[in-house]
């Protein structure tokens, strides 16, 4: 009788790539459902968009590169960047821009440093800093979330439809009628012409922790990335950790001095903070890799997030402090190494 | 003769081509190349400067000492960069404000220290200075491409205040668009640019290296 030789690993994960982008999709479901009935329909869009020309991209850099398009789009991956990078742009955006962003993102960050598995930064930041940098003032254009009150007014359908293909508003509807400052945008002006943080969020825009509607999205993205983190496809250190970067500084600071530095409530749920630490920051590939990399990793890009929202020129850092880590992790990586059974903390083998 | 000074040319234009490939004075390259005209002017003034200092080192080669080789070279650039320089100042002091400080900085361009160096510290006067003609166009050229893509997808137009150069009435060169891709305009554009042109230049090359592989390769299945 012959005996089956076999090598470990024994149990083969059942985990393809396809299959962990769509669950990450899924988990994204209610936030986005959440931000189409706070800002319009124009986020609808803007996904059309953004998921046809990042898979235009794909499959025309895959062709280029000969190598079969079906492979690289079945994969879902550029939908999942066509996705982020639509959650981090106004509702309110020419297709233009967002086209800009998808194939920036997809042909430059992705494909060109050797696509998927080898891009060194997140292919969704890097599409919203360019788009950030080369097209300004289209990125300022929030909406008023959907609350209630009178003095301003929501766009139809039909009208966000035509925002998207044209760049302009219908005649008679005035920019400032539509869109608002966001809260992190109307903390940070607030607190340079020295309001005081409570003067601030008595501004009913500003909700109860991080802006009327924001908040509830940001429950909703809570909700999807734990729903990640139970189905084991994030684990929970870089969430952890960016939560920490951010809210440690930002609590020792409003202890110090709350009338002049934002609540840590503020931070937790304003902005893109949740986003970014279950779904942005947990990017496998541009992440750190080792436990201990990762906590690095995650707390480098709460303290960043932090300082550029106090101290910086823009209102919210997600992208810039997602990039400025992704740079990291080389570095991160070679001085994280876990010790190996048999052998020094150097790697060196036992004597 | 002809066709040794084509393919000196060559050589300078695009084998070994300054900016392309031997990746020199890149910060010039990268800083001023936000227009066209930008470009033209300090790809003018470079070339000028190359000419003549390749000239100049070529002719006092046999006298420079070895050891002390580097700082005579810097001292005849910094001469021929000052003088470059109060040309500029006189005849197009809109153009050398708008160049600013990158012309006085000509004197630390590696690639006119490189040519003396190599090229010019070892051969003949007229190839010399045939050597900083060909290099010092391949340089220009290179900044004339960039400055005319960035200008074109970064505000939308071409050849703007060409008057700086060739004088007369504030010109608007040819107008495409209100505005453009800022993001080409900042510095980030012209990284982008220059590795772009690398990175079609290395295409360029391997397609044709392949295309003189391949011809052979059919020749022989041919003869079989």
Redesign the interface.
Known sequence: MEFQRREAPFLTPRVSVASLMLQVLAALVPAAMAHVWFFGPGFIFNLLVASVFAAGGEALILSLRSRKPETGLTDYSALVTAVLLTFAIPSLTPWWVTATGALFAVVVAKHLYGGLGFNIFNPAMVGYVVILIAFPADLNLWVAPRMGDLDYQTLTILQTMQFTLTGSLPDGIAFDAVSRATPLDVMKTGLHNLHTVAEIRSIPIMGDFGGRGWEWIGNFLAMGGLWLLIKKIIRWHIPAAVGMGLLVPATIMYMVDPSSYAPPGFHLFGGATILCAFFIATDPVSAATSPKGRLIYGLGIGIVIYCIRRWGSYADGVAFAVLLMNMAVPAIDYLTRPHIVGHDSRGEQDA | MAADLIERFKIGLWRDNPGLVQLLGLCPLLAVTATFVNGLGLGIATLAVLVASNALVSATRRWIQPEIRIPIYVLIIASLVTCIELIFKAWFPELDRSLGVFIPLIVTNCAIVARAEIFASRNPIGSSILDGLVMGTGFALLLMAIGAVRELFGQGSLFARMDMLLGGEPMHGIVLAENG????V?P?GAF?CLALAIAGKNAIDQRRQTSRNEIPRRARRLNR
Request: net charge neutral.
């Open positions: 891709w800022l993001f080409l900042l980030p982008f």
